[in-house]
């Protein structure tokens, strides 16, 4: 193996040259327009959850209602936490993160649904979750070791959704009580 030493002016020279790219380094091997894209619908589809969170928060009625609506908001916080995550990678590579309200539902992974009752609300948010686990699941494995940083901040969000469903799935059947 050859000393690391050798490579370190290449690299430093490489940096140097390519400042304009940020984050972005030779060491780069994903497709970056495309990662870019492909996060850029991670950032709908959290936007269209926190909304619909939201909706689900100030819609919640009933006498369960209270502790179930706490869940509600608590999720739409956490939604807004990754949205704002996914954000700021989409500017570390060099993207423009995408907040244009027009089309917001057609990028988004997720659909946006109210629902009547409590019951309807949480089964709702019970498959956007799923929808969700899903596609980052599958956003996972296609980034391999090609962008470290954006898969491992995908597979936090991952956990948290895969947390998000366990919740729902608690008050569902607890509410079927
Ligand atoms: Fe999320
Ligand atoms: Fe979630």
Known sequence: MKPFQSDLEAIRSRARTKMEDGA??????????????????????????VLRYKNHYYMARGIDSQPVAAE???????EQGHADLVAQRITQ????????????ATRSHAEYKEGDTLEEMIKEDLV??????ETY???????GDD??????????????????????????????R
């Open 24 to 49: 972005v380094t030779g060491a780069y091997k994903a497709d970056r327009a495309r990662v870019i894209e492909v996060l850029n619908e991670v950032l709908a589809t959290e936007i269209v959850c």
């Open 72 to 78: 509600f908001l608590q999720h739409a916080n956490e």
């Open 93 to 104: 590579l060099g993207g423009r993160p995408n907040l244009n309200p027009a089309g917001l």
């Open 128 to 133: 956007a979750e799923r929808v969700a686990i």
């Open 137 to 143: 699941s599958e956003i996972v494995r296609w980034l």
């Open 147 to 176: 962008d470290v940083t954006t898969r491992r901040m995908i597979e936090g969000i991952l956990a948290m959704e895969e947390e998000h469903a366990d919740d729902l799935a608690n008050l569902l059947e607890q509410i079927k």
